[in-house]
């Protein structure tokens, strides 16, 4: 991969920007799905996002060095640079007041170095955005179709992870459920589906391909997710006239949406909601609450904000970026509610992939927390301006999906994601400047 890597800068001083951009999202996304992480690992023990952060730091020193030093500012979303400070102050309470190893913070703090990706972009005119972002709906139709044959055939094709045995799929058959979707899936979706100015065929055949594998997946809470923000987008100017209503509706709901969405194919979720009320985090036993979904998220999220709400450098700054399995991690936590580790057989203390909110109360805190959704709705608020464009419309409603299911997935937090819709957003920002040569001044 260190070829590719080459490459990749010797292609961006060439000015073949589209073809050292697709390396790069190919370095972001284990090669679309379809290189093991294992080549990436050779000849040095590298994450494939890690490929793409050296890239980005490349090119970032290339447009320095070219003079271009105000300009990098100049180019990157509200808020960005305010989030960014806060991770290397958070950065710095970890390694010089909680004492976690240096390699662990940066392990745990590197893929926010991604934020800065639209200096990258600007250096694309917006034809060759199109064409990168054209590449990539091709590819994610694509990844779609060998998603489709994984529970036909059973095996897993794309890289990601899958369940062992089978799941009930609409109470019809059983078959294997993968969890390895297409990355940039539910934006495609979305773009498929409002994108009028495709043929009614392809449009069609897109949207089929593409909504198979969010069925397939297994997701109740992404379907549903998926389903109100579409009638949101329908009704959105009635809906208009009680937004400060409907918006503190939703907040308040956002905690239970996992049992809403339960209750729609699942009679149990009424015990699940009743259990959530009358469980102590002390009384779980792993194993015990094995299809009560949301009860575990709602202890898991409790028992996090408990431990840090008992003392004020934890609750305003997290935490701390340890790694999950590290000697820092076993010999200061003990949490009770969290999935086995299938390496270590214990109880993951920091990681989790089933709600985003105990991450943040355990990275960021309640300062962190706070500026990372200001700059998540300032990005969405950026699309909400342009919305009667389709691109524009299909990321605003992939962010409000991410948003709405973050009780039930982690993927707000996902920076290979924001890394793409960053994209959407240089593609879709005013510039007075066109072409290849130089960042562009920005009008958002």
């Known amino acids: 991969m260190l070829l590719f890597l080459l490459l990749a800068f010797v292609w961006y001083k060439q000015g073949k920007r ?50 271009k030093r105000k300009e990098l500012i100049d180019v990157l979303p509200k808020f960005t640079i305010i989030f960014l400070l806060f991770i290397a102050v958070a ?92 990355i940039y899936l539910y934006f495609f979706f979305f773009y498929a589906f409002y994108n009028t100015d495709m043929s009614s065929k392809n449009r069609l055949i897109s949207i089929i391909i593409m909504a198979l594998p969010i069925i397939l997946c297994m997701h109740r809470s992404l379907l549903m997710a998926i389903i109100m923000v579409i009638l949101f987008n329908q009704f959105r100017e009635k809906i208009k006239k009680i937004y400060p209503i409907l918006i503190v509706l939703i907040v308040a709901l956002i905690p239970f949406f996992g049992a809403i969405q339960g209750n729609v194919l699942d009679t149990k979720i009424a015990q699940d909601i009743v259990g959530s009320l ?68 214990f109880v993951n203390q920091v990681d989790t992939s089933d709600i985003a909110w105990s991450v943040f109360v355990i990275r960021f805190g309640i300062i962190g927390t706070v500026l990372y959704l200001i700059y998540y709705f300032a990005l969405m608020k950026f699309f909400n301006k342009r919305y009667s464009n389709y691109i524009s419309k299909s990321a605003f409603s992939v962010l409000g999906v991410i948003f709405i299911t973050s009780f039930t997935s982690t993927q707000i937090l996902s920076m290979e994601f924001i890394s793409f819709i960053l994209l959407i957003y240089v593609l879709l920002t005013d510039r007075e400047i066109e072409g290849n040569n130089g960042v562009n001044c920005v009008n958002s």
């Open 18 to 67: 589209v073809l050292s951009t697709l390396t790069f999202f190919g370095f972001l996304t284990s090669g679309y799905q379809l290189i093991p992480a294992e080549i990436f690992a050779y000849p040095i023990s590298l994450k494939p996002t890690d490929y793409a952060i050296v890239y980005l730091v490349g090119v970032i020193a290339m447009e320095y060095f070219a003079g």
């Open 91 to 182: 950065a710095g309470i970890s390694i010089f007041i909680h004492h976690i190893p240096i390699s662990e913070v940066v392990r745990n703090t590197r893929d926010y170095f991604l934020l800065l990706t639209p200096v990258l972009y600007y250096t694309l005119s917006k034809e060759e955005l199109q064409r990168v972002l054209k590449f990539l709906l091709s590819i994610t139709i694509f990844t779609s179709i060998l998603y489709i044959l994984q529970p036909i055939l059973n095996i897993p094709i794309l890289q990601g992870h899958y369940t062992e045995g089978k799941s009930e799929f609409m109470g019809l058959i059983e078959i294997a459920r993968f969890y390895n979707t297409p």
């Open 278 to 345: 009358d469980i102590e985090p002390e009384d779980f036993v792993p194993g015990e609450l094995e299809g009560a979904t949301f009860t575990f998220r709602v202890l898991h999220f409790l028992e996090r904000i408990y431990y840090a709400s008992q003392e004020w450098l934890h609750l305003f700054f997290g935490l701390g970026f340890m790694s999950e399995g590290s000697d820092y991690t076993i010999n200061n936590f003990d949490f009770i509610i969290g999935l086995e580790n299938d390496e270590t057989g």
